[in-house]
């Protein structure tokens, strides 16, 4: 529940003014199917559920300065809830009188792998600084960033996404060109230099001279076209690798069913939402050994942490040649998600939050 305490002090909690479910999300994207996007769609359609109220603004909605500016003069929110500390601090720049309303801010990868620490340093440790609570996705963030702001503890919180598949039909691996006796890796991944789709390549292209009946499926947007276009010129003359595109996300699960192995190959992450979703349907995964993916599983149980290419070729080798390992792996990998990435859990958790500010 919660409070609205009306004039200057909005928000601010009572134990004697009327409740109020009214939340104002705002959210970098919405258009393309990134993690914001889709972690946002995912807490906003949970908490409505439950009777909350929660308008959704995106940053990439069309004259959003003015779709802002119309939110807060029409309704009388109880808090703010931001995604992406740098984004987010670029509303908190045009509209200041939000700073007077409990704010909540999640961060989501790179804010607090890079731009915390590079040339906007500044704008981002505002949002910090601005935000009653902080959310991350994962615990190992907290170390690095309490060993320079100790002063925050007291606002971190850690809850881990949800994981959400819509259950179509499945594709058969004929309707993409597979064939059954091929092994498919999956990559899903915006194509963007933090994700480091080279690396996967590289360490595939090994394992193709040994194995020439491997078959890797890229899946996702391309977000820097520069480095798409890189990327799709390599992999068109590989005749082993496909560049699927964007595939919207209730088709996903169809995919990920047709595969055997996940990778995930960042070089550094807020949490791989789309290695989990795999993960949950039994898929076993290799994930680069950095924050964000580090202590998601325990490494030889659900899959393997990596550091470079030849680590990778190892992992992908010894999934490719032992099927009961895969297999083990795989149930590990389901029962994981099972245990600690539902949306349920997810859900509670931000109630929960919602409910202490």
């Not at 002063?151 to 039909?169: A, F, N, R, S």
């Not at 039994?282 to 050994?289: E, F, V, W």
């Not at 990435?341 to 509670?348: H, M, N, R």
């Amino acid at each position: 529940m919660f409070p609205i305490n009306p004039g200057p002090n909005i928000g601010r909690k009572t134990d004697m003014e009327p409740l109020s479910h009214k939340i104002l999300m705002i959210t970098p994207f919405d258009k393309s199917q990134r993690g914001n996007s889709l972690t946002t769609a995912r807490i906003q359609s949970g908490l409505t559920a439950r009777g909350f109220h929660i308008d959704r603004l995106s940053l990439e909605d069309h004259n959003w300065e003015g779709q802002m500016q119309l939110a807060l003069a029409q309704s009388e929110y109880s808090l703010v809830h931001g995604f992406h500390a740098l984004h987010f601090n670029k509303v908190l720049q045009l509209f200041p009188q939000i700073r007077s309303l409990p704010i909540i801010l999640t961060t989501t990868g790179t804010d607090i792998h890079y731009d915390l620490w590079g040339a906007e340093k500044a704008l981002v440790w505002d949002a910090i600084q601005s935000a009653q609570r902080i959310v991350f996705f994962n615990d190992d963030f907290r170390t690095g960033l309490l060993a320079v702001y100790p002063e925050i503890l007291d606002k971190l919180v850690t809850i881990p996404q949800g994981v959400c598949l819509e259950q179509g039909l499945i594709k058969s691996r004929q309707q993409l060109g597979l064939s059954t006796e091929e092994f498919i890796f999956l990559l899903p991944s915006g194509l963007r230099p933090v994700k480091d789709i080279h690396l996967a390549v590289d360490a595939l292209s090994i394992l193709y001279q040994k194995n020439p009946a491997i078959r890797l499926l890229i899946i996702g947007p391309i977000i820097d076209y520069q480095y798409g276009s890189q990327v799709l010129s390599r992999i068109s003359k590989l005749s082993w690798v496909t560049y699927l595109g964007e595939i919207p996300h209730s088709e996903m699960a169809n995919i990920f069913a047709i595969g055997d192995v996940v990778i995930n190959s960042s070089l550094s992450e807020g949490q791989p939402q789309a290695a989990l979703e795999a993960m949950s349907l039994g898929k076993p995964c290799i994930l680069t050994a950095v924050s964000g993916n580090l202590n998601l599983i325990k490494a030889g149980v659900e899959g393997f942490y990596i550091n470079d290419r030849f680590e990778m070729f190892t992992a992908a080798e010894r999934l490719l040649e032992n099927k009961s390992l895969r297999e083990e792996m795989g149930q590990n990998a389901r029962k994981l998600i099972q245990a600690r990435f539902t949306v349920e859990q997810e859900i509670d958790a931000y109630q929960r939050l919602y409910c202490s500010m």
